[in-house]
């Protein structure tokens, strides 16, 4: 199992790109959950951390 | 836990992800000991937690949109009111105009209504013979006769009408007659009667002698 995500590259912005691999399905299923509410994968994932408990 | 996957099924991508986004996966990652991949299966996996994240999401950009619509209306009627009241002011300092004038005029009508009958006919009286000192007169002065005519006694005794004309308003004074009232003054003219007098404006400051005031 890999631990942690992918290596990040840093953009002046304050954005940053990671690049993982992600099964199909969980992928599939990401943007499906995403379009829904018409956000990008980043902002579906910051979403996701907002409502995230522990 | 999710089931572990051959490395074939998956899909290399890239997430654009704001800083703090990635520092939260990095920390949640380290505690449990998941990859990103993982979590996201695990979060995705939670239906009913991401529905009711949906829903609350929905629902907060339903209610936002109302409320950019609200925002619309308010600032619509704030504009109208705006207008409203800028003419409401323009309509009040027009009315304050009005009013100013109308208690001048009232004053003035009050003060009218103060004096007596005698007074507003000397008022007009003297306003009448003034005009004919003006015309007609010279040095401010003039002859009784012509007075008296063109006061319009063009015919009958107009010896009788000087007569009543200085009894009524005039007060004999040695050697003139002096009316406070007209402000006026008839100089007599020795050896002459009453039609050959001298009628002269007074100064309004006369108390113990004559100011002939020149025309």
Not at chain 1, 2 to 14: A, H, I, M, N, V
Not at chain 2, 53 to 76: F, N, P, R, T
Not at chain 2, 161 to 175: H, I, P, R, S, T
């Given at each position: 199992m890999k631990k942690g995500p992918g290596r990040p590259r840093k953009y002046p912005q304050g954005v940053v790109a990671v690049t993982m691999t992600l099964p199909r399905d969980v992928l599939e299923e990401l943007d499906k959950a995403r379009k829904k509410l018409s956000l990008s994968r980043g902002e579906f994932i910051s979403l996701l951390l907002e409502h995230y408990k522990h | 836990m999710p089931r572990p996957r051959k490395k074939q099924d998956g899909k290399i991508t890239t997430i654009y992800l704001e800083r703090w986004a990635l520092e939260k996966i990095m920390e949640i990652s380290k505690e449990t000991g998941l990859s990103l991949g993982d979590l996201i299966e695990i979060w995705l996996t939670k239906e009913e937690r991401i529905a009711r994240m949906v829903a609350e999401y929905e629902g907060l950009k339903k209610h936002s949109l109302e409320l950019e619509k609200l925002v619309i209306v308010l600032e619509d009627k704030l504009l109208k009111a705006e207008q409203q009241n800028e003419k409401l002011l323009l309509e009040r300092d027009a009315l304050r105009e009005e009013n100013k004038t109308l208690k001048a005029e009232l004053a003035e009508l009050r003060k009218q209504l103060r004096m007596t009958a005698r007074e507003r006919r000397a008022e007009e009286f003297k306003a009448e013979i003034y005009e004919i000192l003006d015309r007609y007169g010279k040095n401010g002065s003039i002859k009784m006769l012509e007075l008296l005519k063109k006061l319009?006694?063009?015919?009958?005794d107009l010896k009788k009408y000087a007569k009543d004309f200085l009894e009524q308003w005039f007060v004999d004074d040695g050697k003139m007659l002096v009316s406070d009232e007209l402000d006026l003054v008839v100089e007599k003219v020795h050896g002459l009667g009453e039609l050959a007098w001298i009628v002269k404006r007074m100064s309004h400051?006369?108390?113990g002698g004559l100011v002939e005031v020149k025309a």
């Amino acid at each position: 199992m890999k631990k942690g995500p992918g290596r990040p590259r840093k953009y002046p912005q304050g954005v940053v790109a990671v690049t993982m691999t992600l099964p199909r399905d969980v992928l599939e299923e990401l943007d499906k959950a995403r379009k829904k509410l018409s956000l990008s994968r980043g902002e579906f994932i910051s979403l996701l951390l907002e409502h995230y408990k522990h | 836990m999710p089931r572990p996957r051959k490395k074939q099924d998956g899909k290399i991508t890239t997430i654009y992800l704001e800083r703090w986004a990635l520092e939260k996966i990095m920390e949640i990652s380290k505690e449990t000991g998941l990859s990103l991949g993982d979590l996201i299966e695990i979060w995705l996996t939670k239906e009913e937690r991401i529905a009711r994240m949906v829903a609350e999401y929905e629902g907060l950009k339903k209610h936002s949109l109302e409320l950019e619509k609200l925002v619309i209306v308010l600032e619509d009627k704030l504009l109208k009111a705006e207008q409203q009241n800028e003419k409401l002011l323009l309509e009040r300092d027009a009315l304050r105009e009005e009013n100013k004038t109308l208690k001048a005029e009232l004053a003035e009508l009050r003060k009218q209504l103060r004096m007596t009958a005698r007074e507003r006919r000397a008022e007009e009286f003297k306003a009448e013979i003034y005009e004919i000192l003006d015309r007609y007169g010279k040095n401010g002065s003039i002859k009784m006769l012509e007075l008296l005519k063109k006061l319009g006694h063009s015919s009958g005794d107009l010896k009788k009408y000087a007569k009543d004309f200085l009894e009524q308003w005039f007060v004999d004074d040695g050697k003139m007659l002096v009316s406070d009232e007209l402000d006026l003054v008839v100089e007599k003219v020795h050896g002459l009667g009453e039609l050959a007098w001298i009628v002269k404006r007074m100064s309004h400051s006369f108390r113990g002698g004559l100011v002939e005031v020149k025309a």
